[in-house]
């Protein structure tokens, strides 16, 4: 096989600028066309047994995220279930 191509290459720079702080501070993340949601951190008592199996059951993806998702599913099947009476 041959290396050649006869495709032009440019030494020019991207033509897109730097992306700074500020550029990401106004940035909108999203899903889709939907906004991400954001996080917040709080303190939260649970039963040490609790904290166990999630940490079991989440392995390398973290307790805290599984946590998170299942709180959020059970709030989306609560919103389902309203509109489905």
Same mark, same amino acid.
């Given at each position: 096989?041959?290396?050649?191509?006869?495709?032009?290459?440019?030494?020019?720079?991207?033509?897109?600028?730097?992306?700074?702080?500020?550029?990401?501070?106004?940035?909108?993340?999203?899903?889709?066309?939907?906004?991400?949601?954001?996080?917040?951190?709080?303190?939260? @008592?649970?039963?040490? %047994? &609790? +904290?166990?199996?999630?940490?079991?059951? *989440?392995? =390398? @993806?973290?307790?805290? %995220? &599984? +946590?998170?998702?299942?709180?959020?599913? *059970?709030? =989306?099947?609560?919103?389902?279930?309203?509109?489905?009476?």
């Amino acid at each position: 096989m041959s290396n050649f191509s006869s495709s032009e290459t440019s030494n020019d720079r991207d033509e897109y600028p730097q992306v700074t702080q500020a550029d990401l501070d106004r940035a909108k993340f999203r899903i889709g066309m939907k906004p991400s949601p954001h996080k917040q951190s709080i303190t939260l @008592s649970l039963d040490a %047994n &609790l +904290i166990e199996y999630f940490k079991l059951k *989440a392995g =390398e @993806s973290g307790y805290q %995220n &599984l +946590i998170n998702e299942i709180l959020r599913q *059970a709030k =989306e099947n609560e919103e389902l279930g309203k509109v489905l009476q």
